[in-house]
């Protein structure tokens, strides 16, 4: 059955292979990267116990039954960074509601990927990041979702309300990626490493800039010359 | 220039008021952290839930079909598909879940992070034709025990014709799909469009840099 089944996927969608990035065609435009599509066609078993495993090393997304919080290591990382989560709500808040929402859930989203990643401090300090970009993308999603949304600027504060006015008013009209750019740049992360974040790194060009434009077909040269001289 | 000026200006900020700060950095500690992803967003619960629900019918009707495979009873055949729809939909669900991967899902850059967001809750839509499928079969059997209380004659010409009852389960598991597709999945299907038309759109500025 299981072999029907992945006939039956490759069948049903067209599958591009580009720059190590698999691009699902057809039903859904979705760019995966070729460990991921290998994993979407036939997950490992491995995995699959691992999902029931009541000692499973994966953290669960929610561990709000975890009165303890996060980890001592983890809790003074981003303590130390906090202002990184800060910084990106101004970027997207409008007001301080908004503002607290995206910041816990930058800090959930942030604790839960570092949580599943032990590695080192440098990975740790992209997780935040990407933590950050993720999550903001989200919120702009709801947002985009939420018919009657106020995008006024409101908050208690007349110094930072001030302050937030006059920035967005200086970010105003700039697409959501050029913010994430900004807020990278901002956070002195080099240009280099800003595809690692974005994952833009393996987009083809579009085809109009790619392909300079074919002159116009001339079908009948002779008939043409013919009309112009006489 | 215009950077230089914004930077200027953004290392002047001054500090959110005390009163409107989310979460002050002494107080991280005290953070109980919670699913960032709202319920739109996570499915693995839903997912889990229809995973368990779709074991126990599955194991019941491997019962069912042992039974009628030895008594040869009326329902082998409609329980013989049954069980197959049913182990299906349970490799189908657990795919999802698996690819998901909700865990790390947050940690992949953004565009992968979209994309892998766009699929799961393609599939997701996808996987209401099997709860159709398989309520038309429940809903059938169903109508066989009334019938069967009800009318003894049009109970055993129903149990006898596979065709008829075929027929009803393809009629059912259509207006069930048809029901929900007016009830649930719009709600979907909208959230779907929303994230495709933002990530083309972050494609389209990307392209057009």
Known sequence: ?230 | MELKKLLQHWNSFPEISMEERPILSSDLERIVVKNPLSDAFYLRKKLLWRIGIITALWLIDAWQVRSGWRTDGPELRMNIALFGLLAFSLYYHIRILLFADYPTLLALPLVNFLGKLEVILDKFIWSFKFVSAITGFYLLFAIEGLLSRLNAGAYDSLSHNDWYKGFIVIFLAISIDILLLQTLIPKYRKLLATVKKYREGIFTKAQNK
């Open chain 1, 1 to 230: 059955m299981a072999v029907v089944f992945l006939l039956f996927t490759l069948a049903k969608n067209t599958y591009v292979y580009h720059r190590k990035s698999f691009y699902v065609i057809k039903r859904s435009t979705a760019v995966i990267e070729a460990r991921e599509f290998l994993k979407y066609l036939w997950p490992n078993p491995l995995t699959l116990l691992k999902a029931f495993d009541p000692l499973k090393s994966i953290p669960d997304m929610n561990n709000s039954s975890n009165k303890s919080g996060c980890e001592p290591d983890l809790r003074s990382m981003l303590k130390n960074q906090h202002k990184k989560v800060y910084s990106i709500c101004r970027f997207f808040a409008h007001n301080y509601q908004e503002h607290q929402r995206l910041f816990t859930n930058i800090i959930a989203a942030a604790s839960q990927n570092i949580r599943s990643r032990k590695d080192n401090s440098n990975d740790k300090q992209t997780m935040l990041l990407r933590a950050c970009i993720n999550m903001a993308a989200l919120h702009s999603i709801s947002l985009e979702l939420e018919s009657g949304h106020d995008a006024t600027i409101q908050f208690k504060s007349p110094d930072y309300q001030r302050s937030m006015s006059s920035f967005r008013e200086s970010v105003r009209g700039i697409s959501d990626l050029e913010k994430f750019r900004l807020f990278l740049e901002l956070e002195n992360v080099p240009p280099g490493e800003v595809p690692t974040f974005t994952g833009l790194a393996n987009i083809p060009p579009s085809r109009e800039r790619r392909e300079a434009p074919a002159p116009a077909k001339n079908f009948i040269p002779y008939l043409k010359a013919k009309l112009i001289w006489s």
